[in-house]
């Protein structure tokens, strides 16, 4: 198992195209987190899973964001008419059900230009 | 969860121990003191995590004060690689966890 896996790792997009990012997190872990990280900021909490369930979303998360989990396995978050203040790294982590840590990717990078 | 306070940046020499301290004057009995450090462009790492006595793993030793107001993060021998940005969080484990971090303490470490 190598850890959770982010893709892209880069993601360059005009400004009202939708991105797709995609989560891959360690395979026995049931719960699954999107958190958004601005410059010079700490992670900002989006949304977590428990298995395919969505359980949590934040205010951040507009109606031009939506995240799936389908089979509780790998995780999409997608941007629909993405702004420029969308531009950010976007951070998933995952954790067994009863974790004392979060295992986080290295993120994707979102430039909206 | 409780708000930590932590220095917006620190440095040290290789090879010497980093003391990284946090304030969480506000904790709740049952809130867990957390440590992550993120290296630039990649996603944050666990470090250690503590409740109410003092923790040591390979990487790091966590020390919490009786009351648990506070707590400071060691580094016995600090190397280069060491240099990030550390977030103390302090965190509930509850069916609706999430981490909340701050902008944490930018530590640098100088040869």
């Known amino acids: 198992d190598t850890g959770v896996s982010q893709n892209p790792r880069h993601k360059i997009t005009k400004r009202g195209q939708n991105v797709t990012f995609r989560c891959d997190p360690i395979?026995?872990?049931?719960?699954l987190y999107w958190y958004r990280q601005t410059l010079g900021q700490g992670p900002e909490f989006l949304t977590y899973?428990?298995?395919?369930?969505?359980?949590?979303k934040s205010r951040l998360l507009s109606d031009r964001f939506s995240a799936e989990r389908p089979k509780g396995s790998f995780s999409t978050l997608e941007i629909q008419r993405t702004e420029q203040g969308d531009s950010a790294m976007y951070l998933c982590?995952?954790?067994?059900?009863?974790?004392?840590?979060?295992?986080f990717g290295s993120g994707t990078r979102l430039t909206v230009v | 969860d409780a708000k930590t306070t932590q220095p917006t940046s620190m440095d040290c020499a290789e090879g010497r121990a980093a003391n990284l301290p946090c304030n969480h004057s506000?904790?709740?009995?049952?809130?867990?003191v957390y440590w992550y450090r993120q290296i630039h462009s990649q996603g944050p790492q666990y470090i250690i995590h503590?409740?109410?006595n003092n923790e040591t793993n390979e990487m790091a030793s966590l020390i919490i004060t009786e009351d648990r107001k506070s707590s400071t993060l060691i580094l016995p021998h600090a190397t280069l690689r060491d240099t990030a940005v550390y977030y103390c969080?302090?965190?509930?484990?509850?069916?609706?966890?999430?981490?909340?971090f701050g902008t944490g303490t930018r530590l640098a470490v100088r040869p």
């Open positions: 899973f428990q298995n395919e369930a969505q359980l949590e």
């Open positions: 982590a995952s954790s067994p059900l009863e974790g004392s840590g979060y295992t």
């Open positions: 506000t904790i709740s009995g049952n809130e867990y």
């Open positions: 395979s026995e872990h049931n719960r």
């Open positions: 503590g409740l109410k």
């Open positions: 969080i302090a965190f509930k484990k509850s069916s609706g966890d999430k981490l909340t």
